[in-house]
């Protein structure tokens, strides 16, 4: 769960309530007159995420349930309980969000509760401008007073970021895209930033999966297509007219193996528990689900721990094909003795499920081989990260309690830090379990490896210290010459999403290193070259060699190597060049030393993609790396073929 704190140059500004101790600046709390108090963590620049709720000087929860608290999101200033969200709770078809709670003989007791803006639910619109709140009352039996809320009721108000929803009436979008759902919680909110003013983009963006990203820009349906892979041979081969097409870095996350399982003693939730790919692979085929609790490996990597009474669920998986599934199966495959199990060869002797038996890994989708009645793959990453969450089982409709019944799924990180949902540690190629937090991706992103098209793959057997194994790196697939009334749009929303933009992104992305930012950058700047209009000058012509671009300069802490720039010169004969006008450049370059492994190549682009704006950065001079600087906001710390290195 995510408390946000307010930082200041010299520390904590800190907030006394009520003589009650310290809590967030930023923590929504209401004190009645009874001596009844209500928090809301975090209450403010909120989006459709999970926060806690608490309460103090509450009346004690009875055994048969009396006095059973309910939290329910209303309007601002509610008068009855008809202004609030009082749906069926999840998965019910109106999905409501309604929790009820217990209070504990100190009078004290809390909640995680999903609030929702007004793309979620619309019912209430929930915005910047339309603020709302939470209110929680004790379930006496004591029905309310006509035209009025329970005689126990507190209500906090709650504060929403700006989201589309603020955003003046749209007409028409300037850009239209879809892709990847780990960079939709960024695109939403890039798309928030810059809907209004002079300068105004209204970017139309639909979270679906890379592979439908791929599909539709190949088709021609959108202006840019979000990514996490390259387009594979028989999806150019499905569009042989496509247009030509680069891709440029755009968000940076990771995925998880979330959790949501209590220990059925203490009541205490599970956040600490490590997770092998024979394990995840145990799972993902539907192997003796019922007893994987008792699986000789789990209890080995997790000594001590107390998992749910009853069992595990079978895992909420997604169904459609996605980089998510093709990433986490990928790092199942290439384990020994994962592989060893999918083969029927389990080195603890546990059998796999017989469907299973020679399928091929990596896959792009999770399916039901067997037909099982409750292993289903849902569609949509939403879907599955609200099932674990609300602790619904994949085929199931009802909640269940979470210390009998254990939830695992696989989804992005952005997706876990929202719902507030533990991460599992996961074993990398050096037989380490790390979490995946800033530190584990970045060391992840190190050993990340070049692809042909140049975009940057996990390399899921890493042995590097640290390193998390299943690091990703969005990418926006755009056209390598764009029309005009779409590159002045694309150019501007580029430039805003690598540059200050990249210092508030939500929980669970990484900021992008400066590397692949310049990347992006330049991209933009070959396209404002190419669109500039040109003069015809006859003049000698001068030729310079420079070493090799290092992708290791210009890293996330800046600078670059401190190498010495090394040219040579030489002039030829005249001839005739376009130029925009008469400038020198000089352009610092870094000697690479020789062993080093050579780049991909630079082509141009007509298929399966390239990185045109790399090879901008020795030819064109950057202007800037952003929009502004801004408020740096705080945020959570919470073996193929190597072709190139990692830009740092």
């Known amino acids: 769960m995510r408390v946000r704190v307010v930082s200041l140059v010299v520390g904590l500004l800190l907030l006394a309530v009520a003589g009650q101790g310290i809590v967030p600046l930023d923590t929504a709390s209401v004190v009645r007159a009874d001596g009844r108090l209500l928090f809301v963590e975090p209450g403010t620049g909120l989006a459709n995420e999970v926060v806690v709720v608490r309460w103090e000087g509450f009346r004690p929860t009875l055994p048969d349930g009396t006095n059973a608290v309910v939290v329910l999101q209303c309007a601002a200033e509610p008068v009855t309980l008809d202004d609030c969200f009082n749906g069926e709770?999840?998965?019910?078809?109106?999905?409501?969000?309604?929790?009820?709670?217990?209070?504990?003989?100190?009078?004290?007791?809390?909640?995680?509760?999903?609030?929702?803006?007004?793309?979620?639910?619309?019912?209430?619109?929930?915005?910047?401008?339309?603020?709302?709140?939470?209110?929680a009352y004790e379930n006496d039996g004591v029905p309310p007073p006509e035209g009025g809320l329970p005689l126990t009721a507190v209500t906090v108000p709650l504060e929403f970021a700006k989201s589309t929803a603020d955003c003046p009436p749209v007409f028409d979008f300037d850009l239209r895209s879809d892709g990847s759902a780990s960079a939709a919680p960024a695109m939403y909110q890039w798309a928030a930033e810059r809907c209004d003013g002079d300068d105004a983009i209204v970017l139309d963006y639909s979270e679906t999966s890379?592979?439908?990203?791929?599909?539709?820009?190949?088709?021609?349906?959108?202006?840019?297509?979000?990514?996490?892979?390259?387009?594979?041979?028989?999806?150019?081969?499905?569009?042989?007219?496509?247009?030509?097409?680069?891709?440029?870095?755009?968000?940076?996350?990771?995925?998880?193996?979330?959790l949501n399982m209590r220990d059925p003693f203490t009541g205490n939730r599970l956040t600490d528990v490590t997770l092998s790919p024979r394990l995840?692979?145990?799972?993902?085929?539907?192997?003796?689900?019922?007893?994987f609790f008792t699986d000789p490996e789990l209890r080995l990597l997790n000594p001590g721990v107390r998992f749910p009474s009853v069992g595990a669920s079978a895992p909420l998986l997604r169904a459609e094909r996605n980089e998510d599934t093709w990433l986490s199966t990928s790092w199942i495959a290439a384990d020994p003795e994962a592989a060893a199990f999918l083969a029927g060869e389990d080195v603890y002797g546990i059998p796999v499920n017989e469907a299973y038996?020679?399928?091929?890994?990596?896959?792009?989708?999770?399916?039901?081989?067997?037909?099982?009645?409750?292993?289903?793959?849902?569609?949509?990453?939403?879907?599955?990260?609200?099932?674990?969450?609300?602790?619904?089982?994949?085929?199931?409709?009802?909640?269940?309690?979470?210390?009998?019944?254990?939830?695992i799924g696989i989804v992005d990180l952005v997706a876990a830090r929202r719902l507030g949902l533990p991460t599992a540690r996961i074993v990398n190629g050096s037989g380490e379990a790390v979490l995946p937090d800033e530190e584990s991706i970045l060391a992840g992103y190190r050993s990340m490896e070049v692809d042909e098209s140049g975009m940057l793959l996990a390399d899921v057997r890493s042995e590097e210290s640290g390193a998390?194994?299943?690091?990703?790196?969005?990418?926006?697939?755009?056209?390598?010459?764009?029309?005009?009334?779409?590159r002045d749009s694309l150019s501007a929303f580029l430039r805003h999403a690598v540059g200050a933009a990249q210092s508030r992104l939500p929980d669970g992305y990484v900021p992008l290193p400066k590397a692949l930012r310049r990347q992006t950058l330049a991209q933009v700047e070959q396209w404002a070259a190419e669109a500039a209009p040109t003069t015809t000058t006859t003049e000698p012509a001068t030729t310079t060699t420079a070493a090799p671009f290092d992708f290791n300069?210009?890293?996330?802490?800046?600078?670059?190597?401190?190498?010495?720039?090394?040219?040579?010169?030489?002039?030829?004969?005249?001839?005739?060049?376009?130029?925009?006008?008469?400038?020198?450049?000089?352009?610092?370059?870094?000697?690479?030393?020789?062993?080093?492994?050579?780049?991909?190549?630079?082509?141009?682009?007509?298929?399966?993609?390239?990185?045109?704006?790399?090879?901008?950065?020795?030819?064109?001079a950057l202007v800037g790396v952003g929009i502004g600087d801004g408020p740096r906001a705080l945020r959570r710390a919470s073996r193929r073929r190597r072709v190139g290195r990692v830009p740092q």
């Open 468 to 486: 998390y194994p299943l690091v990703k790196i969005d990418y926006a697939m755009v056209p390598s010459t764009p029309a005009d009334d779409v």
């Open 357 to 407: 038996l020679g399928l091929e890994y990596p896959r792009p989708n999770f399916e039901n081989v067997a037909q099982s009645p409750s292993f289903l793959p849902r569609s949509g990453q939403r879907t599955v990260s609200l099932r674990v969450f609300y602790g619904v089982r994949p085929a199931g409709s009802i909640r269940e309690a979470t210390g009998e019944v254990g939830f």
């Open 89 to 135: 709770p999840y998965p019910a078809l109106d999905e409501g969000t309604r929790q009820v709670g217990r209070t504990g003989s100190d009078g004290t007791g809390s909640v995680e509760f999903e609030v929702r803006p007004a793309t979620q639910l619309p019912s209430l619109g929930c915005t910047a401008s339309v603020p709302c709140s939470i209110l």
């Open 280 to 291: 995840v692979a145990r799972l993902v085929t539907d192997s003796s689900i019922d007893s």
């Open 210 to 258: 890379s592979d439908t990203g791929r599909e539709d820009f190949l088709a021609g349906l959108i202006d840019f297509g979000v990514t996490a892979r390259p387009a594979t041979e028989e999806e150019l081969a499905l569009h042989p007219d496509h247009q030509e097409y680069d891709y440029v870095p755009l968000a940076m996350s990771a995925v998880a193996v979330v």
């Open 553 to 620: 300069s210009g890293g996330s802490s800046g600078g670059g190597s401190g190498s010495v720039p090394t040219t040579t010169t030489s002039t030829v004969a005249p001839t005739t060049t376009e130029v925009v006008e008469t400038t020198t450049t000089v352009v610092e370059t870094t000697v690479v030393p020789t062993e080093a492994a050579p780049l991909p190549p630079l082509s141009a682009g007509s298929g399966p993609g390239t990185m045109r704006g790399v090879a901008a950065l020795v030819g064109v």
